[in-house]
Structure formats: C-alpha cells, structure tokens
Nanobody, 123 residues
Framework: QVQLVESGGGLVQAGGSMTLSCNAS???????MGWFRQAPGKDREFVGR????????YYADSVKGRFTISRDSVKNTVYLQMNSLKPEDTAVYYC?????????????????WGQGTQVTVSS
C-alpha cells in the first residue's frame, strides 16, 4: 500500500523560506516523485519532479531558481526547499508519485497523492 505524507507547511512572510517534506512508503522502484500546488479557484499546478534515483529534476518556470527538490533515499523522503517566497506561491502543496521512469508533469499522470499541506505567504 502506497502512502505519501507531507509535512512542513505553514505561514511565512514574503521573501522567506520554507521546506516541505514528503515521506513515501510502499513504492517500488523505479518511480517519479512530483510536487504540485493548488490555489483557491485554480487548477492543480505542476511545481517540480525528481526520479527515485535523484536524477531527472525538473521545475516549472514559475519556481525555477527559487525552489529546490531533493531526496533522501534512506529516509524515503523527498523535499521541496522554497526560497524567496511570494504571495502568489500561496497554495495547498501536494506530493505525488508515479511508478515508472516517465518524466511527467501533469496531475492525471500521477497515481498516488499525499493529503496536501497549506503554504501561506503573507505580503
């Protein structure tokens, strides 16, 4: 049984930093882990992804240069380090997983989802 559990959300001022974690269990290699976010009234948006190997990291243009994805294979945890946060980064952030090696960026291509964690950036 696959389970993804996010943690680390909260309130931060614009320009600040925050790190989200996603602990994964039950996944069999190979797989891809993705981060998405969804603001009120908007579609779920791709943020970035990483392969189980630690390679294949890719970011959405809106976060490139500010966000960093990494993983700890021993802890089965993927991280989203967010710097220079802006009010428009406010959203519920989700981690997701897809079995295989395809470098995917759309929500419907991911089979497994975490419960989401709220990130609020105040101006």
């Amino acid at each position: 049984q696959v389970q993804l559990v996010e943690s680390g959300g909260g309130l931060v001022q614009a320009g600040g930093s925050m790190t989200l974690s996603c602990n994964a269990s039950g996944l069999t290699m190979p797989y891809v882990m993705g981060w998405f976010r969804q603001a009120p009234g908007k579609d779920r948006e791709f943020v970035g992804r990483i392969r189980w190997s630690g390679f294949g990291i890719y970011y959405a243009d809106s976060v490139k240069g500010r966000f960093t994805i990494s993983r700890d294979s021993v802890k089965n945890t993927v991280y989203l380090q967010m710097n220079s946060l802006k009010p428009e980064d406010t959203a519920v952030y989700y981690c997701a997983a897809s079995l295989g090696v395809a470098m995917i960026t759309t929500p419907f291509e991911y089979e497994y989802w975490g419960q989401g964690t709220q990130v609020t950036v105040s101006s």
